[in-house]
């Protein structure tokens, strides 16, 4: 099983532009999406009148922060080959853990640090069960995914735990003074910042970048491939931890069940932002325009009452077009070639 | 009429061993107050935020409030997510606040996490309402759809005297975390000491889940062989658990089963001598006295002052009843009607 | 080309001979929970409790027997849980309006939604080269999505569903349950066909190693549809069976399945990564799921720890799976350095 992890991805990979620059085919990727984004303002303001008013850019922000903030992380390890679906248990249990050392007395501050602690530790548990034991991250993160929620459950039970200062709860329900900006999205404007200038102008950008690319090769040009996956799932389990806990100050209430089954949507918006699936492939400004994007479209569904489970229909299809098109010259060049070879024959 | 009404709440409350406090609210609230019958504006817009969009009992009370807001000459827009969760209701109440909505009528996911936007909606000069599931916020009318207390207690009555106010049973609740569901668990231990040879032996969570209910219900009944009675007080579990009784005889010989069902979901049921009687209140009944509720806020003919009393439509006249304990002020529709071989068959939702 | 194909299916037959051990360590964890759960609760042997053992893993086994056709291909199938609740409300829909529809032709129609959408999961994930994780995430949300649309806050009640049908999902024969007939028989045909069947261990070919099956002369992509379409058709057939045993479905049928599928075809052997792997196992997987679940309540411990006990045996059957992976590969190199010595 390790060798599948260390070999050429799967089938569906195999001619999947890996000659071209990394960086030249999230640049194509980008302007897509720009133009989707644009598309999707247009379809926002011919179908929804109340769109255009400055509340609509805080409550994207207050809705989709917490998603956003998990998916850098989530990002940095797809484009390393890897994938974690624990994210959202990761914030339920970091709210979790935070209302229950409050609810026992504990400074909201050294709460939230504990929170923190408690997400770090959960992602070394996923880093250290996928580069040491070598197991396949998926399998694994869907382990951890019920685990976490699960120790999440046999902490609070069917118990909610408010009752936090409202110096602190203010920020689900007031934008930054000044701004439309919600303070989970300015975290996560801040953090996208970061994320861009470490993947994209640093040694360990690089690094990330071959490790997804070519992980064995990596390997033999001196990457420790491990350890840096293993420190990504730890941050990953504590960024989720801080989304938890945003989460759980918007709420301003904590409850074993919040964000469960989200590590989907969080998966769907990296991949809208061109990440590869297999790794090697991505960029910050891709994601952060994903966000974007499904926020507004979002935003825009709900206030035309479209039923929720009916604005999936648009986000698959959506996800299903920004993967097929790409591909899609890809296919077509294909199957033609395909017939040629076959008519001599 | 409306004493009557009253009288009657009373009367079935005391039956079941309410206390004195509870009674001396409904008194109070009948002494003070302004009765305004009319008054309501036209083209309100009242946004239906229930629990989700696709659960079919709370579909029935969605139509009851588009039935009363359409005879009032206004409208409702119903929107919500499709998990029960209260993050998935964020986003509705957004759109009601952003879309200048006259008032909010929610079916809380969660007591505490709605408050924030809610109370952003408040101050934006929506009115809140809640219905079904309370929300635990301040600034809001409750529309109980029947006493909470008398929910629970009844319950237990109503299993005691099927199995001879003896044996172990056990409750197949809803979501571990719904505010409406613990509410009346808590009153139904509070009526078991009354009771001293029946014993709760374990509650379990289905999620309104037939799949997960039934997941739940095989274990109870593997674990506990000496089972004498199962209250759901949740139409998808008193379903599911009906369908696996009526397909296993020998262990509906056995186990007794009571709880909050819907009439036409449980008909075949009763008729085939799975279940002897259950409770509900018509969900379409409960929508609509939301909707009276809503617009005669938003046009100022009620308030939460205790004691203030509105006209429902077909309904007739409500008294809002002052805060207690941790519902605010609340307005109950009326005592949940016991569905039998007798009656079940009268009833269309 | 035979040079190439015929190590490659003499390297799989072995592997499949190793790989019955592991369905022999899962069938003993299944009686290890079982016994152990006996001795602190006596009913839990009892003819309706083993009853409910099986008719309870049933639809998770039947589903992970598709799953298992995908993933042994190195692919994955996420959309199972919405197939299975759009099929449910659909054929429940049916008998609504034709109440008088047979009972087969449910079954038949639950089937043919579920490979439509199998099929077109295939040729998507093999026509524009997308991975299949995409794809099927893609189409959980908008199977889901049109599902939602189809119910509209409707329901499906018992009266409307008729006796033939539900009789299905709790009949018994010598007291075991129909349900688990029905899938104890899927288990074993496809079980049968994939040890048999040239087409069938072509997936485990492209699942192990996808250039040289295509050097080899796999139809690489036409297996992969044919994957899919089977795990398609088969979740549409377990939304009929849903249909079946509980009599109602409203739009939430069949939510999250995916991951519990997944979860029971991992702790069932099968590797994430393609290559290996059986039905009995996946399917055996699923069995020992339930069996920990019914176990948890039947030893009266709050149901509140029922996730977290699952999690933890999930990452533990697969660090075991490892361990055993491992001792598995050492052998077999030995084996395959003794036989070209030969």
Sequence with gaps: MSDTQTAPPAVTAVDAPGRELPWRAALRWESGLVIVLIATLIFARTQSGDFFTPSTTFYIGLNMGEIAI?????????????????????????????????????NIYLAMAGALVVGAVGGALNGVLVTRLGLPSIAVTIGTLTLFRGLAEVILGNSTVGGYPASLTKIGVVPIQGTQLSYSVVIFLALAVICAIVLHATPLGRAIFAVGLQSEAAHFAGIRVGRIKFWLYVLSGAVCALAGILFTLKNASARYDAGTGLELNVVAIVLLGGVSIFGGRGSVIGVVLSVVIVGCLQQALTQMHVDAQVQNIVLGGLLLVSVIVPNGGEAVRRIRARTRRRVPA | MVQLRRVAVLATALTVGLTAACSSTT???????????????????????????????????????????????????????????????????????????????????????????????????????SFDSDVQCPNHLFINQADTKQIGTSEVDLLAKQIGSAGDIAILSAAATATNQNAWIGYMKDQLKTYPNMHLVKTVYGNDDPAMSLTVLQGLLSAYPTLKGIISPTTVGISTAAQYLSTHKDIAKKVTLTGLGLPSQMKPYIHDGTVKAFELWDPGNLGYLAGYAAASLASGSASLTAGTKFTAGKLKEYTVLPAAGDTGPSVVLGPPTVFDASNVDKYNF | MTVITAPLVRRMFRAEGLLRARELAIVIAILVVFVATTINNHAFAEAHSVQQLLTGASLIALLAVGETLVIVTRNVDL?????????????????????????????????????????????????????SLVVTLASLYIVRGIDARIVNGKRIDPVNVPHAFTEVGYKTVLGIPYLAIIVAVIVFVVGYAMRTFRSSRDLYAIGSNPEAATLAGVPAGRRVVSAFTISGALAGFGGALFLAEFATVDATGGTGYELSVIAAVVVGGVAIFGGSGTVLGAALGAVLLNTINQALVASRISSFWNQAVAGALLLAAIAFDRWVGLRVNRRMQTAEGAHRDV
């Excluded at chain 1, 248990?89 to 504990?106: N, R």
């Excluded at chain 2, 239906?48 to 659960?55: A, E, G, M, W």
């Design chain 1, 70 to 106: 998990m998916a850098l992380p989530l990002m940095l390890i797809v484009m390393t080959g890897e994938i974690d679906l624990s994210v959202a248990s990761m914030l339920g249990l970091s709210g979790t853990i935070m209302g229950y050392l409050f609810e026992h007395h504990w």
């Design chain 2, 27 to 129: 008194k109070k609230a009948s002494d003070t107050g302004s009765p305004t019958a009319t008054g309501v504006k036209k083209g309100l817009t009242v946004y239906f935020i229930p629990k989700d969009t696709q659960n079919p009992y709370e579909v029935i009370a969605d139509n009851g409030g588009k039935a009363a807001l359409s005879e009032l000459g206004g409208k409702v827009v119903v929107s919500s997510g499709t998990a029960d969760t209260a993050a998935a209701q964020i986003p509705s109440i957004q759109a009601a606040i952003q879309a200048h909505a006259d008032a909010i009528v929610i079916a809380g996911n969660d007591p505490k996490s709605l408050c924030p936007s809610l109370g952003q909606a408040y101050s934006a000069g929506i009115k809140i309402v």
């Design chain 3, 79 to 131: 959309s199972v849980g919405s197939v299975v609740g759009l099929s449910a409300y659909v054929v429940g829909d049916v008998f609504v309006h034709h109440p008088h529809t047979p009972a087969f032709v449910g079954f038949l129609l639950g089937t043919a939604i579920g490979a439509v959408v199998g099929a077109i999961n295939g040729l998507i994930t093999t026509i524009a080269r997308v991975p």
